[in-house]
T-cell receptor
């Protein structure tokens, strides 16, 4: 079952913050976040495993709420380089970490 | 990190023909995956290719339409057979990172079927 991402698109000015959500109707084991720039391959950002941990990568961090079956990606003080489409990929059982079901993506545009 | 070379990068094909996409990795990997990304859409897993065994296909994808080869631990091919305009998509191969639980993606093959 495909996870649901929201919003579908967001436009920011440089320096503003954004939150992208990824929700599942089924209990999650892990959530992976990827960013894809136009015409390029998706690039791995981070993975969150069942347990409700939060991770950070420079000014990009994410949380995983097991009870709500959702993950949120936080982009702080956005930079022009953050523009792209963000995908969450989910797994539902342990041992299937590479078999991801991706959401439809959130298009993030950061303007000067 | 794994470096993945995928070719061709793009092709325009006629209806009814077949195209074979190659994926070469710079290190040995157990699992390779083939994804399809239709224009403006998400990534959909076509199949998992394991060396020494038949590929495992996801619901909606069949071997006759998307035959896959995996002759060794660094190489795989995906063939799109008897193409129709509905097959126009970006096809991406990906590999797992040993022990790190993340996927690396090739740069993709943009296929247009006329």
């Amino acid at each position: 079952q495909q996870p649901v991402q929201s919003p579908q698109a967001v436009i920011l000015r440089e320096g503003e913050d954004a939150v992208i959500n990824c929700s599942s109707s089924k209990a999650l084991y892990s959530v992976h976040w990827y960013r894809q720039k136009h015409g390029e391959a998706p690039v791995f950002l981070m993975i969150l495993l069942k347990g409700g941990e939060q991770k950070g990568h420079e000014k990009i961090s994410a949380s995983f709420n097991e009870k709500k079956q959702q993950s949120s990606l936080y982009l702080t003080a956005s930079q022009l380089s953050y523009s792209g489409t963000y995908f969450c990929g989910t797994t539902y059982t342990r041992g299937s970490n590479y078999k991801l079901t991706f959401g439809k993506g959130t298009l993030l545009t950061v303007n000067p | 990190s794994a470096v993945i070379s995928q070719k061709p990068s793009r092709d325009i094909c006629q209806r009814g023909t077949s195209l074979t996409i190659q994926c070469q990795v710079d290190s040995q990997v157990t699992m390779m995956f083939w994804y399809r990304q239709q224009p403006g859409q998400s990534l959909t897993l076509i199949a998992t290719a394991n060396q020494g065994s038949e590929a495992t296909y996801e619901s909606g994808f069949v071997i006759d339409k998307f035959p896959i080869s995996r002759p060794n631990l660094t190489f795989s091919t995906l063939t799109v057979s008897n193409m129709s305009p509905e097959d126009s998509s970006i096809y991406l191969c990906s590999v797992e990172s040993q022990g790190v639980e993340k996927l690396f993606f090739g740069s993709g093959t943009q296929l247009s079927v006329l």
